[in-house]
């Protein structure tokens, strides 16, 4: 298995280190085009995401930002999440980490890569207590550095269900028609999820742009504003 350097030197390689997810308004109509069915829908989880890896020279697991830093997390959280969520060492798993105790901009600062103050004694209880992940993809740590796997999505979650604890997998169905994909995310949205994602069944996981392999549909934020006044 790579060494943390190696895996950080191969993703800053490239311009987009990361599988990226569209929002589906984004979609061109070429793009659209593209889209198949049966594809797997996911619920999207409202976290941080997070690659999560254990390399070969590093005694913890390191948690990987999409932009190809890493995490500031305490080391033994680290691994009592891994542990928690049965993720293996050797491969590299996809994640959201969360936090229901905590708005997720405050979870985004605890975590963020430039972090350099060590977490107070509340906030590691927080964390702590409330942190958790979300898993819904798997690579190989091949497959994460080289930016390609060709395993279709479809096994790349069967393994992720074998491999990790129940609670801790995306909750995830087949949909058939972009009928049930529209009823799916709305009904999830309107139980206060964030939204949901739409997977292609038998797409391989590319890091670079966004495209249909993977869209997302979020709640929207409405808001009534009224002009009380103007000036040059």
């Not at 049966?38 to 999560?52: L, R, S």
């Not at 994909?181 to 964030?194: C, L, P, R």
Request: with cysteine; aromatic share 8%.
């Amino acid at each position: 298995m790579a060494t943390l350097n190696e895996i950080l030197a191969a993703l800053a390689a490239r311009k987009h280190p990361v599988q990226l997810v569209k929002n589906e308004d984004d979609l061109s109509n070429a793009e659209r085009a593209r889209m198949t069915w049966p594809a797997i829908a996911t619920v999207k989880e409202d976290g941080v995401y997070a690659a999560v890896c254990w390399p070969n020279d590093y005694p913890f697991p390191v948690y990987i930002s999409r932009t190809g830093n890493v995490f500031y997390i305490a080391n033994e959280l680290g691994f009592k999440l891994c542990i928690n969520a049965g993720l293996r060492r050797g491969d590299v798993y996809i994640t959201e980490l969360c936090n229901n105790l905590i708005p997720l901009e405050t979870l985004s600062g605890l975590v963020n890569t430039n972090r350099k103050t060590p977490w107070s004694d509340d906030e590691l209880v927080l964390m702590w207590d409330g942190a958790r992940l979300m898993v819904r993809d798997v690579l190989t740590v091949d497959e994460f550095m080289q930016g390609r796997s060709n395993v279709p999505y479809g096994l790349r979650l069967a393994v992720v269900r074998s491999v990790c604890n129940a609670a801790n997998v995306v909750r995830a169905t087949v949909l058939h028609t972009q009928e049930s994909w529209d009823g799916y995310a709305q009904d999830w949205i309107d139980a206060d999820e964030e939204g949901a994602v739409l997977h292609q069944l038998n797409a391989p996981w590319v890091a670079g742009p966004k495209s249909e392999v993977s869209v997302k549909r979020v709640r929207g934020v409405d808001v009534d504003l009224r002009c009380t006044g103007w000036s040059l």
